[in-house]
């Protein structure tokens, strides 16, 4: 226990859910206290759900408001978004996080919860550290490719300068 669990994640966690019910603006306070980006704004144009081997699969595709007007983001996920995409070229890929939340609240939507027409936003958080070594990358690696997501991992800081 005192190895595999993400030290402190749990605090982060409080952390967090304290923001979301106190902040005025609770994108950008998870923001600030993750070091994540905002990915996407926008409605659901298509949701597909699934299960397949006991999995939940969703793949979603979001027409762009505001900033992100004349874009389109989708994302695949297999229980958790596994990789997005804006445009059609690499957005986040897991190990990051990537989460779609209410815009309003900045609460968490399952992926299997999405449905057409909805209002999201998409955030992108950093991955614990422990996941981007190359042992945890190589372990990410292996659950991409069975999800038949072939690209390799770009941190997602790298991938918001571009």
């Known amino acids: 226990m005192k190895t595999s669990p993400i030290q402190l994640s749990l605090s982060k966690c409080m952390r967090i859910g304290a923001l979301l019910r106190k902040t005025v603006d609770p994108i950008k306070a998870v923001l600030k206290e993750t070091g994540g980006f905002k990915l996407f704004e926008g409605f659901v144009d298509y949701a597909e759900c699934e ?3 006991g999995f939940t699969v969703v793949n979603v595709k979001l027409r762009g408001k505001h900033k992100c007007a004349d874009s389109i983001l989708e994302f695949k996920a297999k229980n958790e978004v596994l990789v997005a995409y804006r445009d059609e070229k690499l957005a986040a890929i897991a190990p990051d996080i990537i989460t779609p939340v209410n815009p309003e609240t900045g ?12 209002k999201l936003a998409v955030l992108g958080l950093p991955a614990p550290q422990k996941w981007r070594t190359s042992k945890g990358l190589g372990l990410w690696k292996d659950v991409l490719q069975r999800s038949k997501i072939l690209e ?3 941190a997602i800081e790298r991938l918001a300068l571009i």
């Open 51 to 53: 299960t397949e081997a």
């Open 107 to 118: 609460k968490c939507i399952t992926a299997e919860k999405i449905e057409k027409g909805s």
């Open 152 to 154: 390799d991992y770009v």
